[in-house]
């Protein structure tokens, strides 16, 4: 039989980040990608963490993004809009390339899962003529992360198709019908889907966990999925006769196991206690802290403390600008707190210069809105009151030089996962600097994944056919852990198509 249905793995496959799966239909003639993002640690042997590459070759042959060769598709890389940071300012490249028509392609779309650079990196080096389907909010964040960030070749979205949807909307490809469900992760803006393909149904779930402050929005995902599962076996009564297996079935279900084989009973909720406790006992005097600049429930879970404590929380202006973004037009209650211009015991940290336009906005934005007493410069730390916390993502010369030498602070590690959405970690670095100032380090976290008992019970519920793990180092203990519960595990291996036409 001809397969009308395949995927193939460009990206993780037994690797926690880089999710780039290929799907064929050639019942609708589609042939799209499910994120096209880059795994970080693989990037890190190649790059060192201020180096950029300057062409999507420096990538490509290193099976850092797709192979075109190795898939049947033609032009997936721009032509015209390749930024080369180091030939051009980012200027001089939009209007270069601003009438300029990329070659025609065969790839119908590339879906963004959520704003974690491991799954959307590659999306500014592909060819305008693809659309880039994503969530409303999940392309507010990527923009605001770009607008702040160096201009360089990864953050150039100049001439981007982008195709927005939300929760509930239907994506329509030449007929093939894709569902949207948001799902709760470590970011906001997080999405699963379903597709009706020619051969069944096929979930992708993306990165989601079951522990979070939304998790039911995860319940979302498996809801929708059984319910287009009944709706297909009402509308063909037929298909149940042929073949009961199939009527009872979802084709496949490709699954994110981070955590696969290894758990912590934790939540966001469980974050706070612990700081609470942390507070109810401190005989410090302010808190350095560190997690992923863009876990937003991480930021409320500690601003929430600071409140409640009557303490200042201090970012940078660079994190105030992409918050502010977060805050403006927040289609989430979620989203709309902490408000960083509403909430007055937010200050921001300034840099030296106002070099960016980002800079300039954020600064005006304030003093427009009388809240200018609430920035702040690295010297006026060394003069700052007790009982503060401090983000920080680096601990630089001029910070520690600058940090009040008169009270006594302490360092708190908060990182979600970030093996997984950067290409390194420095709190072992920055603990060791901070040990030889005397400023003892804690660690209080829970992981943006879902544990092994939330991925078991998540499979089940969906039923599938066939089970595909991804973004996991861990993919053989798959095998093993469905190996009594009737799931039909593939391991994926990297550009070998798995066929999903037909029954098993």
Known sequence: MPSKVKITFCGGVDEVGGNQVFFEDSGYNVKLFLDFGINFVKYANHFDPHEEPR???????????????????????????????????????????????????NIDGILISHPHRDHYYGISMVNRNIPIYTGVVTQRIIKAYSEASKSVMSNFYEGLLWKLFRTRNVIEIKGLRIFPVHVDHSIPAAYGFIIESSEGIVVYSGDFRMHGPLSNMTIDLIDKTNQLKEEHNSKHPDDSKKSKKADLKINTLICEGTQINKGAIESEEMVENELRRLMANNPFDYFLVKYNRLDWDRFRSFNNIAKEFDWNYIIAEKDAYFYYLLNNKAMYDTMKDPNILENDNIYILLRKYDRYP???????????????????????????????????????????????????????????????????????????KLKKIGIPAYRIHASGHAKPHDIINFVLDINPLRLIPIHTDNQEFFKKLFRNRNINVKIPEKYMPIDLTGEL
Do not use: V
């Open 55 to 105: 062409s999507p070759s420096e990538l490509t042959d290193l099976y850092l993004l797709p192979k075109e060769n190795k898939l049947s598709i033609k032009n997936l890389y721009s032509k015209f809009y390749i930024f080369d940071h180091e030939k051009q300012n980012y200027i001089q490249k939009k209007n270069k390339c601003k009438d300029l028509t990329d070659p025609p392609t």
């Open 358 to 432: 980002w800079q300039t906005k954020i600064r005006n934005i304030f003093n427009e809105k009388g809240k200018n007493h609430r920035l702040i410069h690295y010297d006026d730390l060394n003069n700052f009151d007790k009982n503060f916390f401090l983000f920080i993502t680096i601990m630089s010369h001029r910070l520690k030089n600058n940090l009040p030498s008169h009270l006594n602070g302490a360092f708190i590690s908060s990182d979600i996962d970030p093996y997984s959405e950067e290409y390194f970690d420095n709190s072992n670095t920055i603990i060791h």
